[in-house]
């Protein structure tokens, strides 16, 4: 299961904002001998509407489907 952890702006070289949001994986064990234990996974990024995003360095993506870079805004 996912979970939403924030949304943020950004801003794309085209000039359009975009809204991009944190999801993490719900992990949950149980051990033999005690209670399960929950916890997060690595965080994956998408946009709102939930289209396909490629990481790029200092917290730029590029959008999968057009090639636009979106920057925090």
């Given at each position: 299961m996912?979970?939403?952890?924030?949304?943020?702006?950004?801003?794309?070289?085209d000039?359009?904002?975009?809204?991009?949001?944190?999801?993490?994986p719900?992990?949950?064990?149980?051990?033999?001998?005690g209670p399960?234990?929950?916890?997060?996974?690595?965080?994956?990024?998408?946009?709102?509407?939930?289209?396909?995003?490629?990481?790029?360095?200092?917290?730029?993506?590029?959008?999968?489907?057009?090639?636009?870079?979106?920057?925090?805004?």
């Amino acid at each position: 299961m996912m979970q939403e952890v924030s949304r943020r702006n950004y801003i794309g070289d085209d000039g359009l904002a975009y809204v991009v949001v944190e999801m993490k994986p719900v992990l949950t064990t149980k051990p033999i001998d005690g209670p399960a234990v929950t916890g997060y996974g690595t965080s994956e990024f998408r946009l709102e509407g939930n289209g396909l995003l490629y990481d790029k360095d200092n917290d730029c993506f590029e959008i999968a489907t057009t090639g636009v870079m979106i920057r925090p805004a």
